[in-house]
């Protein structure tokens, strides 16, 4: 250690011994207390030095020095009891400061537990988190629709089909929402899901139905959407008693809303969008019974100069299904156009295309109407509901617009924007339509069966999908 030397009141000298020899001597006497080298210059202070100092008794006047001002090597004899306390001592030091710092690391490790906990809390409670999707619909917490939906109790469900079942919610912020919950046979996979999540962030308009967000959690696959409290429109349309709650202008007003959203997505939106499965129940109504286009999942893009398409899977719901779609799976937006005839046919007659029946023959809804047309019995189509102040001309405009609409080739079916014109238009002359797709007598009054062996199993408010190789 680095002092100075002890008072030489009681000591023995040795020039000759080097400083192990010194150690030696010291260690043979018990009441040696320390010893030195001889050697004060510095140079001789290591093992190899000459010259031995041994003190006995009290050592008197030590004192320490700094590096810079270092003077001699003491070795102080201590007890063993001593040592021990020293090492302790030292020991409990080095606990003291592993201890201190496993507490402050210990503290900082649950700050940041607690930093994450209440950080995720935030967003459940917002009920969402940053896009998962690349696309500008937010992602849902499964907790936020969990507790959104009284963890899907049937008390909330409002609505149910091949697809899934709807639910109604409640966000914390107390909006409400549609939460459409897939199941797992419902057709849609998790292609058709990311589709329709990517597609409808890109679509805004009045009468495109408005995606809030989705939730991907395990199996689950769900989507958030704007809440419709008067449901979807075949709701109405086929029910004898419900269809009265809404007069024939509001009949009117849904039509050109409908065509106008699909006049948007094949025309005025960033792609063109061809739906393929525009039907009744595919329309919403909102609080003022505006009709809102809904479910693109199965919706394609067309870019360039592309207008037709082909595909090897047919999707889509038998009875609003264009025949070249369902025959060769040929589609374009002549497609959604023969699919909005069905619609407008089924507004004014309140019945499905699908399970028509006609004692006089066994042609569809299309054929009636066309039959009906030709023999100018065109308001004979209208059904048993009682519309308030029905406009005649309006109401037989529209099924002329419907069998234009539904005409077996696509190429002579008009455009989403003429249909817009002719149905807003009442001077607009409109040439006299052929016969519609399908028009043949079934083979049975069950309307299930199509020709052919091929059986159809869905429900009209049901997407099917049907593989066949073209």
């Known amino acids: 250690m680095d002092v100075k030397l002890p008072d030489l009141a009681d000591f023995h000298f040795n020039a000759s011994m080097s400083t192990k020899e010194c150690q030696a001597e010291c260690f043979k006497k018990c009441d040696c207390m320390a010893y030195a080298n001889s050697n004060v210059s510095g140079e001789g202070s290591s093992n190899g030095g000459t010259g031995c100092l041994l003190w006995y008794g009290d050592l008197i006047d030590i004192k320490g020095f700094t590096e810079e001002s270092r003077r001699q090597d003491v070795y102080i004899r201590l007890a063993a009891s001593e040592l021990e306390s020293i090492y302790n001592s030292d020991k409990k030091r080095k606990l003291a400061i592993i201890l201190s710092l496993s507490i402050a690391f210990g503290m900082l490790t649950l700050g940041l537990v ?30 936020t629709i969990i507790a959104a939906t009284d963890n899907f109790s049937d008390a909330n469900k409002i609505g149910a089909g091949g697809f899934g079942s709807v639910y109604k919610g409640n966000l914390p912020t107390g909006e409400g929402i549609a939460v459409k919950r897939l199941s797992r046979n419902s057709g849609q996979g998790l292609s058709e899901f990311k ?24 199996e689950e696959r769900i989507l958030i959407y704007e809440y419709m409290p008067h449901k979807s429109l075949d709701y109405f349309i086929f029910d004898n008693t419900r269809c009265k709650l809404l007069s024939w202008q509001k009949h009117f007003d849904i039509v050109l809303g409908i065509a106008r959203g699909l006049l948007y997505l094949h025309q005025d939106s960033r792609l063109q969008i061809i739906h393929r499965d525009l039907k009744a129940s595919n329309i919403l109504l909102d609080s003022n019974f505006n009709p809102k286009v809904s479910d693109f999942g ?33 589609f374009s937006s002549k497609s959604d156009v023969f699919s909005l005839g069905v619609i407008l046919l089924e507004i004014v007659s309140g019945k499905k295309n699908r399970k028509f029946y006609q004692p006089d023959h066994r042609h569809n809804l299309l054929g009636h109407a066309w039959l009906l047309w030709n023999e100018n019995r065109g308001m004979e189509l209208m059904g048993e509901c009682e519309m308030a102040s029905f406009n005649k001309s309006q109401v037989l405009r529209c099924i002329h617009v419907g069998l234009l609409c539904v005409q077996n080739y696509p190429e002579d079916r008009p455009a989403m924007s003429s249909v817009v014109f002719m ?5 607009a002359i409109l040439p006299h339509p052929k016969h519609p797709g399908f028009f043949t007598e079934s083979s049975s009054s069950n309307a299930d069966e199509t020709s052919g062996s091929e059986k159809i199993l869905s429900q009209n408010a049901v997407t099917i999908t049907t593989m066949q190789a073209r």
């Open 114 to 143: 607690f930093y994450c906990v209440v950080s995720k809390k935030r967003r459940i409670m917002t009920g969402l988190e940053s896009k998962r999707y690349d696309t500008e619909v937010p992602f849902f917490y499964f907790e």
């Open 195 to 218: 589709n329709e999540v990517v597609l409808i962030a890109k679509l805004q308009h009045r009468n495109l139905v408005r995606l809030f967000g989705y939730c991907v959690h395990g």
């Open 298 to 330: 199965l919706a394609r893009t067309f870019g360039g100069d592309e207008d037709e398409a082909k595909t090897n899977r047919v999707v889509g719901t038998y009875g609003y299904m264009s025949p070249e779609y369902a025959v060769d799976g040929t």
């Open 423 to 427: 149905l807003a238009n009442d001077q």
